[in-house]
């Protein structure tokens, strides 16, 4: 055998097939052979493809259109979906030897643990309804005799946090004085961290409406002065900033504190910052929260409060660590947004606590409940970072499940992926090039299935062209043929029927009844637009109708106006 060559070729050469070239070219106008259309109907031209073969060389030509082009869309894109979950518990099941062992060990202590939190609760309750009573002017600050009372609920606070098993809890740095840092801010793990910094800094905290109602804690947190809001409401949000503006500017109110995240995660990631805390513009004091661990996982993320609860009392001891962080200031060389304000907080919190920032947020949560309770497999899979959404679209979290709720009736598969026959049968349309078109729109991976996420990233980028509300206005106006202020059914027929040439009755009918959304044989402006709304991609069946009636000069002037 011949001494091998550092010249010579690991391995030789192997003959090969001329090499298979593919080339695929997107064109906006497509071309029909048998009629001689212009630029404007070449919107409606349905031969897309053309192939060619050459000497074992295949070029594939696809003109695939993009049927929202006519309102300004340049096509879709859809970011990569993230791979983390900020709300995965991974702990979630017992298991292990040693939990079973530690299980069994700990329930009489468990038991005893149930009764001293039990104790202590009714303490403090009763505590704080002394602190309370006769007390009228709630907007003020609390007198100093009352506060004096609130400390037999603050001790209780602690003795609850023993009864879970935090005999000690390590700290790290100190809280800034209040009159230099009026706001605190904490990443928020569990519901642990608000009985601590209630027994630490006694603060005025930002929470949910829902809170009030929670028994015994209700009462409690009423006497923290507690600035409620609901996160789904711009009127709350505006007098929650108002009132922590207030709050944080007047020094005999004790200091606000803020969970900027919106809601638990597991402490492995920092998810996207509500801006209440950074609106008024004062300092603010960044404390992080870490629960070490190494056979439970404390955090209260996919994970109920009973069963979250019950681990805690059959621990031996849960690790608690707290670090105050330097005060982050607002920039005073130049005015500094609210935005960038947030930002430089997380980014502290982000690198103290060694996690990465994402931007998911509490709406995340309520599309990953909505999958949870649909029994979807991968329900993780259906959270889209909708921090970026609202960002890139302007759309809601409650619209963001709206979107997921007329997903899941599409059948995904267990990869929670929905197929073409599946995606037509919801938006009650038929197998046809402008059904394919819209389908190709979605699939921007072209794998012949679409992901919730490519569905709300298509959906909203509808909404938002700058001509979508234009069209709807102009599509309702072309239907009522007859004078009316509504819609027949003949009618939705006869401006969908460009677009959908072999529609039959029944398949009119259906799409008649998705309009008609109070079912009267009617179909309102308000039901048309309703509609619209929650199915935006089907304003493409007008857009035929809408090009053939001369209508096309109309929005080009209204998007020269928007441009």
């Given at each position: 055998m011949a001494d091998p060559d550092l010249s010579s070729p690991l391995l030789p050469s192997q003959p090969s097939d001329p090499p298979h070239l593919i080339l695929t070219v997107h064109d906006s106008v497509s071309h029909n052979n048998n009629n001689?259309?212009?630029?404007?109907?070449?919107?409606?031209?349905?031969?897309?493809?053309?192939?060619?073969?050459?000497?074992?060389?295949?070029?594939?030509?696809?003109?695939?259109?993009?049927?929202?082009?006519?309102?300004?869309?340049?096509?879709?894109?859809?970011?990569?979906?993230?791979?983390?979950?900020?709300?995965?518990?991974?702990?979630?099941?017992?298991?292990?030897?040693?939990?079973?062992?530690?299980?069994?060990?700990?329930?009489?202590?468990?038991?005893?643990?149930?009764?001293?939190?039990?104790?202590?609760?009714?303490?403090?309750?009763?505590?704080?309804?002394?602190?309370?009573?006769?007390?009228?002017?709630?907007?003020?600050?609390?007198?100093?005799?009352?506060?004096?009372?609130m400390w037999i609920t603050r001790i209780s606070a602690r003795c609850i946090l023993f009864s879970f098993g935090y005999h000690w809890i390590r700290r790290k740095g100190k809280p800034a004085p209040r009159e230099i840092a009026p706001i605190v801010v904490s990443n928020h793990v569990s519901y642990i961290e608000p009985i601590f910094y209630f027994y630490e800094l006694f603060p005025t905290i930002v929470a949910a409406e829902s809170h009030d109602s929670i028994p015994f804690v209700g009462t409690i947190i009423r006497a923290m002065q507690v600035i409620y809001v609901n996160r789904f409401s711009p009127p709350s949000r505006k007098h929650a900033v108002n009132e922590i503006k207030r709050k944080a500017s007047c020094d005999r109110f004790p200091r606000v504190l803020l969970f900027p995240e919106g809601t638990t995660t597991n402490g492995r990631i920092l998810m996207s910052f509500q801006l209440g805390a950074f609106l008024p513009g004062y300092p603010i004091q960044p404390v992080i929260v870490r629960y070490p661990h190494v056979h439970f996982d404390q955090s209260w993320g996919n994970i109920s409060l009973a069963k979250l609860m019950f681990r805690m009392f059959t621990q031996f001891h849960n690790f608690m660590e707290v670090e105050y962080l330097p005060v982050v200031s607002p920039l005073t060389n130049h005015k500094e947004s609210a935005v960038h304000f947030a930002k430089r907080t997380s980014h502290a919190l982000a690198t103290g606590l060694n996690v990465i920032q994402t931007s998911h947020s509490y709406g995340d949560l309520m599309l990953l409940m909505k999958a949870i309770e649909s029994k979807q497999e991968k329900p993780s899979s259906y959270m889209v970072e909708m921090a970026k959404v609202q960002s890139l679209f302007h759309i809601s979290s409650l619209e963001a499940v709206d979107f997921l709720d007329k997903f899941l009736l599409m059948n995904p598969n267990p990869s929670g992926c929905v197929k073409f026959h599946d995606f037509l049968k919801v938006l009650r349309l038929k197998a046809c090039t402008l059904s394919e078109e819209i389908f190709s729109f979605i699939d921007v991976e072209k794998s012949g299935t679409?992901?919730?996420?490519?569905?709300?990233?298509?959906?909203?980028?509808?909404?938002?062209?700058?001509?979508?509300?234009?069209?709807?206005?102009?599509?309702f106006a072309e239907c009522k043929t007859g004078g009316n202020d509504y819609i027949l059914e003949h009618e939705l027929e006869n401006l969908i029927r460009p677009a959908i040439p072999d529609l039959n009755a029944d398949e009119v009918h259906e799409l008649f009844n998705l309009f008609d959304s109070d079912s009267d044989g009617e179909i309102s402006k308000d039901d048309f637009n309703t509609c619209l709304r929650k199915n935006p991609l089907l304003i493409a069946l007008f857009i035929p109708c809408l090009l053939q009636k001369g209508l096309p000069e109309t929005c080009d002037r209204m998007l020269e106006e928007v441009v």
């Open positions: 001689n259309s212009n630029n404007r109907e070449s919107c409606i031209n349905h031969n897309r493809q053309n192939s060619h073969h050459n000497n074992g060389n295949s070029i594939i030509v696809s003109s695939r259109e993009n049927p929202y082009e006519f309102l300004g869309s340049k096509g879709l894109e859809v970011c990569g979906s993230s791979t983390v979950d900020p709300f995965l518990n991974k702990t979630g099941r017992i298991e292990g030897l040693y939990e079973w062992f530690k299980l069994v060990v700990c329930l009489p202590i468990a038991a005893v643990r149930l009764v001293l939190f039990g104790v202590c609760l009714l303490i403090g309750f009763l505590a704080t309804k002394v602190a309370l009573y006769g007390w009228k002017d709630k907007q003020s600050p609390m007198p100093v005799w009352r506060s004096r009372i679409i992901t919730f996420k490519q569905f709300l990233f298509g959906s909203a980028h509808v909404m938002k062209l700058p001509l979508f509300r234009q069209a709807c206005e102009l599509a």
